[in-house]
């Protein structure tokens, strides 16, 4: 194992120096590789769920793995379609959406593969992008948003129309083309893309997408969407970052300095009033046109931009993107879920939080300054909280799950303390995670009314 520990360090240092790896379908060779990826997924849920023929990973064992190599290296290897199914779409109760089911072996084999890919590309993706990365996540995309994005004017909530589902496959090669200069591990990934899928057993081609359910489709779409990260970075943030502080706000400055004579003069209680209108008047003036401020960053196909400038901007950057997409990665903007949003009057939705830039001149800290104007706050929506109760009420009351009634108390306990606990720590960001507190006096009442003997114990590890 230490062999292949070694190689990916080689080849991450490749990727961070932005040199082209080379002759990579070799390493595929490797036995320690599929070692070190039996290790990362065969504990997973779906390892025992077979995909079109009905391997999983109970026949897992040495001799496999000799038997995929030695396809690999005559170039004999053939993806097997994946088995599709349909799954209710989180978030919109009602709508399902499709997932692909590998077989065992594809599921192996594509985590070398996406080893070997993460440990070079790593190095090269934005910073700025958070989904399916080591040490990133939801959390770190939301702390970006609250401790940097200060002072903002507008947020354009940017999603892309059925991203995975319509990646192209010609664009998708010749970015991976552009890094690897080895043919055979490209059409190894070209057979990976046109492999198809069955749905009720009838065998479909996949003309766009990335593999559904595959280990490797989360890194394939963030190597495609990187393009878009780095338009932004080097095109849009150059543009729309000028100036290093607003200029002073007239209407302010000839109050403070009127206040400021009369308090020279000793007429010190018309100076006070004065100070109580600069109170509600800002210092800096919001209209500098000279000021402006863009930041940028995205989750999987969702993207958030906040922006400090006039609305006509905003829409041209909105409309920017869009072309870009278009054009460059064959992609589109869902028109009803990419929003332009004044954060001081209304919240954005980004990654199921909401989020709003206070304003409240009374809001004051221990010297007298106004302390929140400006500043960032996320906030948990009232509308995740009602469709969290939901489950547990029956006629607009809390109500036993009966489905769980032939589970054993300790189980049942367990089982609501996991859920509420998750929500929760989801949610740890939020300023107003207390709205959380009427989902669990749902909760609490739906568990008492289980009408289990012997609940006492169990009860005062949820209580």
């Known amino acids: 194992m230490q062999r292949a520990e070694a190689l990916m360090e080689i080849i991450h240092e490749r990727g961070k120096r932005g040199f082209p790896l080379e002759r990579l379908y070799r390493h595929l060779f490797n036995p320690e590789l599929y070692l070190r990826a039996y290790g990362k997924i065969y504990r997973n849920d779906g390892s025992m769920t077979p995909g079109s023929n009905q391997e999983t990973v109970d026949g897992m ?79 770190t995309a939301l702390a970006e948003v609250s401790e940097s ?90 543009v729309f970052n000028r100036g290093a502080r607003r200029k002073p706000y007239l209407p ?17 209680e018309e100076a006070r009033q004065l100070r109580h209108q600069l109170q509600r008047l800002p210092s800096r003036d919001p209209n500098d046109s000279g000021f402006r401020r863009l930041h940028y960053v995205r989750y999987a196909d969702d993207w958030l931009l906040g922006f400090s400038g006039t609305r006509q901007e905003a829409e ?44 409240n001149d009374a809001k004051r800290n221990r010297h ?17 909280v009602r469709a969290k109760r939901k489950p547990y009420m029956r006629r607009g009351k809390p109500a036993a799950k009966l489905e769980r009634v032939h589970d054993s108390n300790f189980q049942i306990v367990a089982r609501y303390q996991a859920e509420f606990r998750g ?14 507190g009427s989902l669990r006096y749902v909760m609490e009442r ?3 009314k289980m009408n289990r003997p012997g609940f006492g114990r169990e009860l005062r590890w949820w209580l």
């Open 61 to 139: 064992s040495l001799k496999k793995i000799q038997t995929i190599i030695d396809a690999l290296r005559h170039e004999r290897y053939r993806w097997t379609p994946v088995r599709r199914v349909y799954i209710e779409k989180k978030g919109t109760p009602g709508k399902r959406r499709p997932l692909g089911l590998p077989s065992w072996s594809d599921k192996l084999l594509q985590e070398v593969i996406r080893s070997l890919l993460e440990a070079y590309y790593e190095p090269q993706f934005s910073d700025r992008s958070h989904g399916f990365r080591p040490g990133k996540g939801c959390h």
């Open 149 to 238: 994005w200060g002072g903002v004017t507008w947020f354009v909530e940017g999603d892309i129309s059925q991203c995975f589902d319509r990646l192209d496959h010609g664009v998708l090669r010749s970015i991976l083309a552009e890094d690897i200069h080895d043919n055979r591990f490209l059409r190894l990934i070209d057979g990976l893309f046109q492999a198809g899928y069955l749905e009720e057993w009838r065998y479909h081609e996949t003309l766009s997408g990335a593999p559904q359910g595959g280990v490797l489709s989360p890194l394939l779409s963030n190597i495609y969407l990187d393009r878009l990260d780095k338009y932004v970075e080097t095109t849009l943030l150059p």
């Open 252 to 268: 302010y400055m000839r109050i403070h300095k009127a206040a400021w004579k009369l308090e020279k003069r000793g007429r010190r």
């Open 316 to 359: 041209n950057i909105k409309g920017l993107i869009g072309r870009f997409l278009r054009n460059h990665l064959k992609l589109e903007l869902s028109d009803r879920k990419t929003l332009i949003t004044h954060g001081r009057t209304r919240a954005a939705r980004f990654l199921g939080y909401e989020i709003v830039v206070h304003h």
């Open 368 to 384: 007298g300054h106004r302390s929140i104007n400006g500043q960032i706050g996320l906030k948990v929506p009232m509308d995740v």
């Open 423 to 436: 929500i929760a720590e989801y949610y740890q960001l939020a300023y107003n995670r207390h709205r959380l």
């Open 446 to 448: 739906s568990l008492g």
